[in-house]
């Protein structure tokens, strides 16, 4: 990095993208342009003339020029940072996410402010002591409904604690419900989780997930492009979707309203080129009709059910493969078909000899025999002095009692003894 140096080793160029930071909201495509063509603290002096052609942009700054210098402003949020322990790290830095410049294909005509303001960040503020690419190299975002219903809760917290004990670090945005369960399954795998807010990395919003976003700071990321001090504008809550719809491998949508921002962030990372997923919830949850709706509209989408669905989708191609749903194997599966017929045809009381079942069956007496002497060695029949027959069914167990224990599975540890085996819960996860 090069240019004037300030107080604080703070550069020219880094001074001027907090100050563009400050002068325009972050996503502009003019001041990207703007900044990719002269370079940050000439993009600056520009915007500061009046020299853009931008006639809306060129109003919103005289505004703005009119609340103070904007150097002075980038030097106060930098000295802000410096008591706080964050830091600026910007495209020059060595541990900028590169794949966040894959907003560029975002590009296009739109009529809302948000759905215009989708240009790459000029710099990102973090705190915490992870490198910011390294964070998100194999991460997977996990958005949905603020009034998460406990289904909801259940799903996030498992998601974020497999992912986490999977090694994958886990995006959100620190808002209540989903994106809460989600940290807090991460932080509870004991993993790296990420969070990326719409305000100053030192102004916890909600406020009542200020000792999350504690925890968030002392083992993963509070990331922001918004200057130390910045409030949490309602707007801004939507450009910062972009972000974790760019800087992740795939998003995860679980529950959403039918109005829910969530599905702008999954709508967005679709349109980056990112794995798009939705968890179905109950068809009668208002909670999740626009997942559901998404589901519908986008073939694009996929339907996932848990984290060996999400690995397939933004895992190592042909490695990472959920496996296939499948019943509990019982021993009639593995009989062909005359010996099913046979076993069918088997009274449900009583006994039946050879004669009789060959002919239930259709079958001659030589191969009824054969499969006769194959149910007896599995145990589905039992023979008998006068024939066959079914075998007698278990006693039923008195109400109150609990199961006898299959004698194939292993005895219960002794209370006190080690164990290397990690908390479970709902997916893998312990309590939320």
Not at 170 to 192: F, K, Q
Not at 286 to 307: C, F, K, N, W, Y
Not at 321 to 337: E, G, H, K, S, T
């Amino acid at each position: 990095m090069t240019g004037e140096r300030r107080p604080g080793g703070w550069d020219a160029a880094r001074l001027a993208r907090i100050a563009l930071g400050w002068l325009t909201e972050p996503g502009t495509w003019s001041v990207y342009d703007l900044v990719k063509r002269h370079g940050p603290a000439a993009a600056l002096d520009r915007l500061r003339a009046g020299e853009v052609t931008d006639e809306k942009l060129r109003r919103a700054v005289a505004a703005r020029l009119s609340g103070g210098d904007p150097r002075e402003v980038a030097e106060t949020a930098a000295t802000r940072a410096e008591r706080l322990g964050a830091r600026l790290v910007t495209p020059d830095d060595d541990e900028w996410p590169a794949q966040v410049h894959h907003l560029e294909r975002l590009r296009r005509g739109a009529a809302r402010r948000v759905d215009q303001e989708t240009a790459p960040p000029l710099c990102l503020w973090v705190r915490g002591g992870w490198p910011l690419g390294e964070a998100l190299d194999r991460s997977v975002a996990v958005v949905g409904s603020r009034a998460a219903t406990p289904y909801g809760t259940h799903i996030g917290v498992g998601i974020g604690y497999d992912l986490a004990d999977r090694g994958w670090s886990v995006v959100s945005g620190g808002a209540y419900g989903i994106d809460a369960a989600a940290h807090r399954g991460a932080l509870n795998a004991g993993g790296l989780t990420v969070a990326v807010l719409a305000c100053g990395v030192d102004r916890p919003y909600p406020v009542g997930n200020t000792a999350l976003f504690d925890r968030i700071a002392e083992t993963g990321l509070l990331v922001s492009e918004w200057a130390p001090g910045s409030d949490p504008l309602r707007h801004r809550f939507l450009i910062r979707n972009r972000v974790i719809a760019a800087v992740t491998r795939g998003t995860v949508l679980v529950e959403a309203a039918a109005r829910s921002g969530a599905t702008q962030t999954l709508q967005r990372a679709l349109a980056v080129g990112r794995s798009g997923m939705v968890v179905p919830g109950p068809v009668t949850s208002a909670m999740s009709v626009g997942a559901h709706q998404i589901l519908r509209e986008r073939p694009d989408a996929r339907l996932v059910t848990g984290v060996p669905h999400i690995l397939e989708e933004v895992g190592r191609i042909g490695a990472d493969l959920a496996p296939l749903a499948r019943a509990p194997q019982r021993p009639r599966d593995l009989l062909d078909d005359d010996t099913a017929l046979v076993l069918d045809s088997l009274p449900a009381r009583g006994t039946v000899g050879v004669d009789v079942l060959a002919a239930r069956a259709g079958l001659d007496i030589r191969t009824t025999l054969r499969r006769l002497s194959m149910l007896e060695g599995l145990g589905l029949l039992v023979r008998r002095n006068d024939g066959y027959a079914l075998p007698p069914r278990p006693p039923a167990q008195p109400p109150g009692q609990p199961p006898a224990r299959p004698t194939d599975q292993p005895p219960t540890r002794p209370t006190g003894q080690p164990t290397d085996q990690r908390p479970a819960g709902p997916t893998g996860q312990p309590p939320g």
